[in-house]
């Protein structure tokens, strides 16, 4: 079983940055691909970025040149830095796991381990 736990969440003004870093335990082969979703209010759950355990990573265009995803594998542990952040990437962010690696295209539905989310507000 793996187990993730986010922190780093909080308010910031539009423009201003925050680093979300999700800790994962349990055994590592299980999360080759580890990647970041987000859920606003009355959206559904989207991919912000991934990548797998050889560094590839994918993003979302909307946050391509503003966010930044990396990992420590010897940690186990995901980051997200958020730089340039605006009113619209107010959301629960969630990290995710899976043991397959991330490949060019994936779903939500595609991961099986889930973290239990950290508030991101931006305010404008």
């Known amino acids: 079983q793996v187990l993730l736990v986010e922190s780093g969440g909080g308010s910031v003004q539009a423009g201003g940055s925050l680093r979300l870093s999700c800790a994962a335990s349990?055994?590592?082969?299980?999360?080759?691909?580890m990647g970041w979703f987000r859920q606003a209010p009355g959206k559904e759950r989207e991919v912000v970025a991934s990548i797998d355990r050889s560094a590839t990573t994918r993003y979302a265009d909307s946050v391509k040149g503003r966010f930044t995803v990396t990992r420590d594998n010897i940690k186990n542990t995901l980051y997200l830095q958020m730089n340039s952040l605006r009113p619209e990437d107010t959301a629960i962010y969630y990290c995710?796991?899976?043991?397959?690696?991330?490949?060019?295209?994936?779903?939500?539905?595609?991961?099986?381990?889930w973290g239990q989310g950290t508030q991101v507000t931006v305010s404008s």
């Open positions: 349990g055994p590592t082969y299980r999360t080759n691909c």
């Open positions: 995710a796991a899976k043991q397959t690696y991330c490949g060019s295209s994936y779903t939500a539905g595609d991961f099986g381990y």
